[in-house]
């Protein structure tokens, strides 16, 4: 019923991820003991699709992403993929908290930096 008054959402439905990797996911990280991160079994592109709703929603004005979950590992890596994933989708930028705040004043400052120079990329300009 929802999925009739608003057609995008039938896109996000469908930008799941592979039935068959997401049950052996969860078995993985139930044996390990862990939380199951599913945004992680998605491809860039089904992030980018999901982004793309999102910023669809706004049809009339700058669409900013703000929050996410704490970043470990290549952080800065991910910072970037995760910006540039917003870009993509026609977002005008992020709201960052804890991933620069949460760690030390230079690596913040790498972070940041990192997030700013994808943001610049020319391809992201609007006209």
């Known amino acids: 019923e929802y999925c009739d ?23 993985e990280m139930k044996t390990r003991g862990k939380k199951p991160n599913y945004d992680s079994l ?6 980018i699709k999901r982004a793309e709703i999102v910023v ?6 700058f669409v900013i992403f703000s929050g996410g979950p704490r970043i470990t590992g290549e952080a800065k890596s991910a910072l970037k993929n995760s910006t540039e ?7 005008e930028g992020r709201i960052i908290g ?10 913040g400052l790498e972070f940041k930096e990192a997030v700013k120079e994808t943001m ?3 391809k992201y300009r609007r006209a």
């Open 5 to 27: 008054k608003i057609p995008e959402a039938t896109k996000y439905i469908e930008l799941e991820p592979d039935k068959e990797k997401l049950m052996d996911y969860e078995d």
């Open 42 to 47: 998605l491809t860039k592109e089904q992030h």
């Open 56 to 61: 669809g929603a706004g049809t009339r004005t």
């Open 85 to 91: 994933v917003i870009m993509e989708a026609g977002g």
């Open 98 to 107: 804890r991933n620069l705040w949460g760690v030390p004043i230079k690596t």
């Open 120 to 122: 610049a990329k020319e």
